[in-house]
Structures are given as C-alpha cells and as structure tokens.
C-alpha cells in the first residue's frame, strides 16, 4: 500500500521566490529540494489509493478555492519552515482528514531537517527568511500524493488532483 497525504503545490513562481530567498542552502540542514515542496493538509499513511480518492472526493465537493502565501520561517523540532498566512486554510485542511490527526493542523512549508537536539542549526535561517513574504495565489486544487522511499530521500508523486471550486 502506498503512503498518502494531501497537499497543496505552490506555482512555480512562488517556489522560485522561494529558492530565492533562501539563496545557497546549507549550514548543516538537509535541505528539501523544490520539486518536494507543498503545504500538507493531511497525512493518510500506507493506504488504498482508490479508497482515499472516493473519500476524499466527497470530502472536498463544492470546496471553495483558497487564498495562499507563504511567510517568515519558524521551526518545529528537528524542521524549518515557512508558516502559511492566514487561516482560510484550516476548515480545507479538517476537511482532507487533518482533524483525524493528534496534534493540531500547522499549516507549513517544510525547508530544511536537522538534528532536534541542535536547534541553534536553523536560528540563522530563520533570521535571514524573518521578512520573507510571497505572492498570494489562488489555491485551485488539491493533489493527492504518494510518498515512495528511496535513496535519496522520499519521491513525492501525484496520483490524483481535485479541484476546488473557483478554479
């Protein structure tokens, strides 16, 4: 069974400012590269595929289309981010699952992984990345995602696209 998730992908431009902004990456973080960038709304696990996507079809019907940008970085243990503006998000994300989840919805954009026990790692990023704002986009659609292990980290696959209305 695969691992799923729903997410939202930002438009090229948005993760072109992106890696803009965060300029050269290093610093002992494990950067995530762009092509893997999203803002997860739900996290699903190893399941049926075909299962998620009828529940998920009723689940986001007549959904109304959602205003996105992206802003200063923050970070969670082991995890730099960038937090997601606003809160037009939160009832789109209950509705992909994320309320089945035990810790609160935090709507984000996961940059970089470092060790949780060296938080000090991810201070100068969330300096330089403290006035960072993007674009506001239209969110238009929902992707669901499959998430396959392989050596150089996960590859990230969309395996279906819902799409909101306003699109």
């Given at each position: 069974m695969p691992v799923l998730f729903s997410a939202l992908l930002p438009p090229d431009?948005?993760?072109?400012?992106?890696?803009?902004?965060v300029g050269e990456p290093g610093g002992?973080?494990?950067?995530?590269?762009?092509?893997?960038?999203?803002?997860?709304?739900a996290y699903y696990g190893p399941d049926d595929l075909?299962?998620?996507t009828a529940w998920l079809e009723r689940r986001l019907a007549g959904r109304a289309a959602?205003?996105?940008?992206?802003?200063?970085?923050?970070t969670f243990p082991g995890v730099l981010w960038l937090t997601v503006a606003g809160t037009e998000l939160t009832p789109l994300a209950h509705a992909a699952g994320a309320d089945a989840e035990s810790r609160p919805?935090?709507?984000?954009?996961?940059?970089?992984r470092f060790p949780r026990e060296d938080p000090g790692r991810a201070a100068?990023?969330?300096q330089k990345l403290a006035g960072f704002t993007s674009r506001c986009?239209?969110?238009?659609?929902?992707a669901l995602m499959t998430s396959e292990r392989e050596p150089g980290g996960p590859r990230y696959r969309v395996a279906r696209v819902f799409e909101l209305d306003g699109a």
């Open positions: 431009d948005v993760v072109e400012a992106i890696a803009e902004a002992g973080l494990r950067w995530e590269p762009p092509e893997r960038w999203h803002v997860t709304l075909e299962t998620r959602v205003g996105v940008r992206l802003e200063k970085a923050a919805y935090a709507a984000h954009l996961t940059l970089a100068r990023w969330t986009w239209q969110a238009t659609e929902v």
